[in-house]
């Protein structure tokens, strides 16, 4: 240790009042056993970490060792004769020991103020010194795997995924959720905590929303286990552990409610954005354009919806373009034939493929809403 070196003031802090004896039970196991492996007096590392342990220094048949008030009562009660020679710390505060301190209690080896000192006090007497810092690319997986900027990567891969399902074949979309989440599991892969298990339990999740969307939309079951997969792959790509130990490591709680914050607001701030993007923006001349994927041309029947249409209100059509959940229909006449004239309409939220015969039920401004029907 430095001369104006100290050692202490372990305490556990942070986390919730009814963890803080779980988790100072815990580290002062820990801090026990490899005093105890070190052969370092395990009492005094303890008191650094549980200010209710009260140490003194005695001498048990002319040996020195720390013990509790009641360790000494029962080397008494053995027929040892202890000495008390001070108190070390009593109960209600933490051991703290100056470099001092801790030289004579057997807690440090000595006391060096330069670095090149220490190669010698273990018979190393030839010895370079270089320093080694962080590299840009090891600052940049520092900063990936932030909590913050996990959550803004997560949160940006959802809402891409949710507009490329929305709108497919663009590329752009998937593109830039295929980029978010490959930064998300790479940092994490490059720190030691997600592994290929998290990289194929969220495919597979990406997998099961896909066939519920394409394949099998409106029974829901694959769209949930879908989600629920998605949602434990990047909790478990952001922890080194699948069940917290809440023996040995309850801390490891903590980490999982953290990531589960993290991971459930991105989920939740997605889906709120994407919902208000569906409301809003096919509305807004611009951002329409990120919304819908046919081209609006005269020659194929389309018409602007800036016309009058309260008179559709109640009408029939047939999907032109698929409604996920925006897209274009085909209105139909009283006689069930279609008219030609194709408008951009919205549904509640759920997705209706094209083909499928659908009824005008509310007229809001130039927003169009429909819903299934039969023709």
Known sequence: MKQVASIGSAEVVGGEEQHREKYTSAIRTEFKARAEKKGYPANLMMAMVDKDLEVHEVLVDGARQFLTPQEIQEARNKGNLVEEVKMIIASGKLLNLSAGDALKYGLASAIKDERAEIPPLVGITNFTFKEVTPTWSEHLVMYLTSPAVSGILILAGLLAAYMAYQAPGTGLMEAIAVVCFALVFFGHYLIGLAEVTEVLLFVLGMGLIAVEIFLLPGFGVFAISGAILILVSLIMSMQGFVIPDMKGAPWQLVTLERNFIVVGL???????????????????????????????????GFSSVAMDAAPLLGKKGVVFTALRPVGKITMLDDRGQQTGQNIEAVTGGDFINKGEAVVIIEIDGSRIVVEKTKV
């Open 266 to 300: 991105a989920f939740s701030l997605s889906l709120i954005i994407f919902v208000i993007i569906v409301r809003y923006l096919p509305s807004v001349p611009f951002f329409s354009h990120l919304i819908l994927s046919a081209d609006v041309k005269t020659s194929a």
